[in-house]
């Protein structure tokens, strides 16, 4: 029997204990105060933004074709390094001529002879010492004479192969002694300067352009730097498929840095700008029930002291440019705005500043290479 009282003492003793450790612990629950999170923050800022339309596209020629040769011949000259920049009407390519030539030489002997013999026969005709189809006769051997010359002569001058405009010459793909056919490549001509961008716009984008309108031009192997340019074509038909528009923009290249073929990305920027209300986009809390943002203001935390506080805002969001966002509504210029570290508050959580940590934020960041 004292056995058995002592195992109850001991029982009641072990639950007195932990239901007191279960009482304090709910009573530090209710008296527990979250302590501040660390953010940082930003201004709703208002800037004069230019609207612009955003597309990918390609930079092309001006003019550009494959050279090649219009008859058969030996290749016996080559008058240009690869890659280099040609004049219009430079000789690139020479054939061999030298059968053309001799014939050239006979035909032009024969050519001679029958303009003597034309300018006898008129003479004697007008003393009445032939007939009029003897002088016919020699007439048109005398044409016939000066067309086989100017023949041969075209043939000559269609083997040497020239410029038809400026611009960069690519790799060549003949070599000396080479026998060419009419249509096969000897090099690709580009014209370079300035260049062609071509790109595609959906068609409720005819509202916003036409030409004349100034662009801007990026290209991924030069990330620092953007050529200005301008809207000078917008096709006169929607294509049926993706119902875009066809656009084409001119952009001066003298540098010769833009190469046909290169992926860009354009921006058409509209006539004049308007003010927007913009806020760094990390301070959006993106959510499919709604975008929010949490602005920050002064009140009292859960034990009642004075706090910092962040209380949740919706908001609708427009343009996005750079590391900035448009606010269309929501937001005012001059409100304060958690700018990093929204994904760990909630609504009425207080928060304390840390704005040396906080990164730069701009409106056209430039990536740095490690």
Do not use: C
């Not at 056995?3 to 639950?15: A, C, K, N, S």
């Not at 001058?157 to 249509?183: D, M, T």
């Not at 840095?257 to 209300?277: D, K, T, Y």
Request: aromatic share 4%; hydrophobic share 45%; net charge neutral.
């Amino acid at each position: 029997m004292v056995g058995v009282l002592l195992l109850f003492v001991v029982i009641g003793v072990l639950v007195a204990v932990k239901g007191a450790q279960i009482v304090a612990m709910i009573q530090a629950g209710e008296t527990f105060v979250q302590p501040p999170e660390s953010v940082t923050s930003a201004k709703a800022e208002s800037f004069g933004w230019q609207a612009t339309q955003g597309a990918v596209g390609t930079v092309i020629a001006l003019r550009g074709v494959t050279l090649s040769a219009e008859l058969p011949g030996v290749v016996s000259d080559i008058r240009f390094e690869n890659g280099a920049s040609v004049k219009k009407g430079q000789v690139l390519v020479q054939l061999d001529t030298s059968s053309e030539a001799a014939q050239l030489t006979g035909a032009e002997a024969d050519a001679e002879l029958a303009r003597l013999t034309r300018d006898r026969v008129e003479k004697l005709h007008t003393q009445g010492a032939n007939t009029q189809s003897e002088l016919d006769a020699v007439r048109t051997r005398a044409v016939q004479a000066e067309a086989t010359v100017a023949h041969l002569r075209t043939l000559i001058a269609k083997k040497v192969i020239r410029a038809p405009f400026e611009g960069r010459i690519g790799i060549r793909q003949v070599e000396l002694g080479q026998l060419v056919s009419p249509g096969n490549p000897i090099a690709s001509l580009q014209s370079i300067t300035p260049a062609l961008v071509e790109f595609q716009l959906p068609q409720q984008a005819l509202a916003q352009v036409k030409q004349g309108q100034k662009v801007r031009i990026r290209v991924d192997v030069f990330p620092g730097n953007a050529w200005e340019g301008e809207l000078t074509t917008i096709n006169p038909e929607v294509e049926l498929s993706s119902r875009n528009v066809r656009m084409r923009a001119t952009v001066p290249n003298a540098d010769g840095r833009l190469l046909p073929g290169m992926f860009a990305n354009i921006e058409v920027l509209a006539e004049a700008s308007h003010p927007v209300v913009a806020i760094p986009a990390t301070a959006v809390l993106f959510a499919p029930y709604g975008d929010s943002v949490f602005t920050l203001s002064e009140g009292k935390d859960a034990a009642g002291k004075p706090a910092l506080l962040a209380r949740q805002q919706f908001v609708r969001l427009g343009e996005r440019r750079g590391d900035f966002v448009e606010v269309t509504s929501g937001l005012t210029a001059g409100q304060t705005v958690v700018s990093s570290g929204v994904f760990k508050l909630k609504n009425g959580a207080a928060v304390v500043l840390n704005n040396a940590l906080a990164p730069p934020v701009e409106a056209a960041p430039q990536p740095v290479n490690p």
